[in-house]
């Protein structure tokens, strides 16, 4: 069953800080717009008539960041925590199989993103009544730009995990991790195929909810691929 | 016979090295078995294969009569291990650290402070492991290996890194297992000398292969001192007593006697003489278990 090896996880996680990530990511995509709406607030609402949708946009700038950013600290502290004493070989050497050993690190890594994103939700909500807005609140909108950027980087998140995993040094992930921020951060200028544009949530259909089904359907792709190559891979 | 761990043409390679090569390991239920070979004869490998960590590059691994290859998690469940350096948690307590492998044993909550008990860490149960010694580190994993009360337990090299008085301590607590819980033990090391006070079966690998394994008592048979007699013709010496009935080899310098007690002796030499024989010397040659164990895996690094 899959259930204790989860909860053995989020056992190993304490005191790694992995909690406090969760915390600083959401509010630190809110403080950037603090620091912005505090210093050009009127500058900020004659740029668009809707002025939740522009506020929006403006937490989005930075949202996709923060999630491939927090993807890359938490997968490779994941697999750091099995790395440093090679626990990987006492862990397999236990009743269960190598699949729910790679599925409960998912699973885990997967709350601790989808607790941000509800984080996220909150604090964007919470600022935004503040600002004053306006009486429309769109709460579908506020919605899709705090959840669909999880569903959309679960690609990177199935290749991040990959990668961890089967690296002996963690160098390996995290470059790839550093160029995948970048990647995230030039997100206009990259072409709709690749999966760090995605959680910006923007393509050319003009539909947000298209990134977020792509990332589900190549998320779990690669994360079956990922789940294969493990249980394929001798344990040292 | 029942046997526990039986392996057959048990085979891994690495690349082109094989670092195990046809091993057929056979260890009967309520034994200790010392697997004994000297760095890099590839027993971590073979133990890793027995615990379904590495994929065996041919040959079969049955542990409880059933294959390794479609139950490894049904055969885990009662098998404790311990593989080469211990791993552990550094910033959890003891305590966690068990409590992370007991969820998934499914063990009893009681368990982990029993077990602790057992090794003598429960005064330092919620201490960070970070700052334990090598020695308290090895513990807490002999620890983590017995939660679940395995049927088998695997323990690669367990007194590595413990004091002499820790060795003393793990040597009484593996041999009261088999007494006890019926557990069955394979305990790897490089010294004999380590494990021939508990062990009741060998194994002895080299290079990848098995070149001794049966019982200690046999093992010990092969040590015991043997008479050396150096007379004028010695072949001549060694015809007529074998024709006499006595069991002796012919060496290159002496006649070798295989005698269980002095009156023995006695009635050899007296018989020689009485056949008229000159005796020039009579002497013992003692060949410790451990020089048995030195000189079978010269043989092998020679070839
Ligand atoms: N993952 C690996 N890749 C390549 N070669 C390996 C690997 N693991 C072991 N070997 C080789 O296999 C051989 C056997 O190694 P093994 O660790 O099984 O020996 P050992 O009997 O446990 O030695 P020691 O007493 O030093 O622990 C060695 O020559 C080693 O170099
Ligand atoms: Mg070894």
Redesign the pocket.
Same mark, same amino acid.
């Given at each position: 069953m899959i259930f204790p090896l989860i909860q053995s996880d989020f056992l190993k996680i304490k005191r790694k800080g992995m909690w406090l990530l969760c915390l600083i990511g959401p509010f630190g995509v809110v403080a950037l717009q603090m620091v912005n709406y505090g210093v050009r607030k009127d500058y900020l609402f004659e740029q668009m008539d809707d002025r939740w949708l522009y506020y929006l946009l403006n937490i989005n700038t930075f949202t996709p960041l923060a999630i491939v950013l927090g993807i890359v600290i938490l997968t490779s502290f994941m697999s750091s925590i099995e790395d440093e004493t090679n626990a990987w070989k006492q862990l397999v050497a236990l009743p269960v199989s190598k699949r729910s050993v790679y599925l409960s690190k998912f699973t885990v890594i997967s709350c601790i993103l989808f607790l941000s994103s509800v984080l996220l939700f909150l604090f964007v909500f919470g600022y935004g009544l503040t600002l004053g807005l306006g009486e429309d609140i769109p709460y579908l909108r506020l919605m899709e730009y705090s959840f669909l950027p999880f569903f959309a980087a679960l690609p990177v998140l199935g290749l991040q995990l990959w990668v961890a995993t089967i690296s002996k040094n963690q160098a390996i992930p995290v470059t790839l991790g550093v160029i995948g921020v970048i990647f995230a951060y030039s997100a206009p200028l990259l072409p709709d195929w690749m999966i760090w544009k995605w959680p910006a949530l923007s393509n050319d259909w003009g539909h947000a909810y298209i990134n977020a089904l792509l990332g589900i359907g190549f998320g779990v792709l690669l994360y079956l691929l990922g789940m294969v190559d493990f249980k394929r891979r001798?344990v040292? | 016979m029942e046997y526990i761990v039986e392996t057959k043409n048990l085979t891994?390679s690495?690349?082109k &090295?094989k670092?195990?090569s046809n091993l057929e390991m056979k260890i009967p239920k309520g034994e200790i078995y010392g697997f004994l070979?000297?760095?890099?004869?590839?027993? $971590?490998? $073979?133990?890793?294969m027995l615990l379904g960590l590495?994929r065996p590059t041919s040959g079969s691994v049955q542990l409880f009569g059933k294959d390794m290859k479609n139950n490894r998690i049904d055969i885990l469940k009662n098998v404790g291990s311990l593989v &080469?350096n211990p791993s552990y948690y550094p910033h959890l307590t003891a305590k966690e650290n068990l409590e992370a492998s007991r969820k998934i044993l499914h063990a009893p909550k009681e368990r982990i402070d029993e077990v602790l008990k057992l090794v003598r860490l429960h005064g330092v149960r919620n201490k960070k492991v970070k700052g334990f010694s090598l020695g308290m580190k090895q513990r807490l994993g002999i620890a983590a290996a017995m939660l679940h009360q395995p049927e088998l337990l695997i323990l690669? &090299?367990p007194t590595n890194g413990l004091d002499p008085s820790g060795i003393i301590e793990m040597r009484e607590l593996i041999q009261s297992l088999p007494k006890e819980y019926g557990m069955t033990v394979l305990i +790897? +090391?490089?010294l004999l000398s380590e494990i021939d006070q508990m062990a009741t079966r060998v194994g002895v690998?080299t290079k990848?292969k098995m070149i001794f394994q049966d019982s200690i008592e046999t093992m010990r048979k092969i040590a015991q001192a043997s008479i050396q007699i150096k007379v004028n013709d010695n072949e001549a010496a060694w015809r007529s007593m074998l024709a006499n009935g006595q069991k002796a080899d012919l060496g290159e310098e002496h006649i070798n006697l295989q005698v269980e007690d002095d009156e023995q002796v006695a009635a050899s030499i007296d018989y020689l003489v009485q056949q008229g024989f000159s005796i020039y010397r009579v002497q013992e040659e003692t060949r410790s278990l451990e020089n048995i164990f030195l000189e079978m895996t010269k043989e092998e690094h020679a070839e």
């Open positions: 001798d040292k | 891994k690495f690349g &090295e670092a195990v070979g000297p760095n890099g004869a590839g027993k $971590t490998t $073979t133990i890793r590495m &080469e690669d &090299e +790897s +090391s490089h690998v990848g």
